[in-house]
């Protein structure tokens, strides 16, 4: 349902955020240095251990605010949000970029960006959505 498109737009409206793209072609979206969430294919050692559930399709990363948080959102709507080996013990969900609608892509994003967002522009931007 979403895009790269649609995740730029969501990122880049944010304050201080911006789009990259690595040596490898790979997108990330950053709030100064920090990125809140990627472009995220899988490699090999994330098909093999996923097996007949490796997705395809574009997949995006994003920053969580914690493990609770991680595993909420995993539960909640696995056909969308998933992870990998790769990934554990770390703030960070995998998502089925074409499963999830715009609102919850939206959602996601400005939380990745709030939890990396330095503390006093993440206040501001709180402060002026209110």
């Known amino acids: 349902m979403c895009d790269w498109d649609d995740v730029t737009r969501i990122a880049t409206a944010l304050p201080e955020a ?9 997108r990330s979206w950053r709030v100064r240095d920090k990125t809140f969430v990627w472009e995220r294919p899988l490699r090999k050692a994330d098909v093999k251990a996923l097996g007949d559930a490796a997705p395809d399709g574009p997949i995006l990363g ?6 609770g948080a991680k595993e909420a959102i ?7 949000f998933f992870t990998t ?7 960070m969900v995998l998502v089925r970029l074409e499963r999830i609608d715009e609102p919850e892509l939206a959602e ?4 990745a960006w709030l939890d990396r967002a330095p503390k006093k522009v993440a206040r501001a931007f709180l402060d002026d959505t209110r």
């Open 18 to 26: 911006s789009e990259q793209a690595g040596r490898d072609g790979l």
């Open 74 to 80: 995993l539960a909640d709507d696995p056909e969308v």
């Open 108 to 111: 996601l994003v400005v939380e």
């Open 62 to 67: 994003a920053w969580v605010p914690d493990l």
């Open 85 to 91: 080996p790769h990934f554990d013990g770390y703030p």
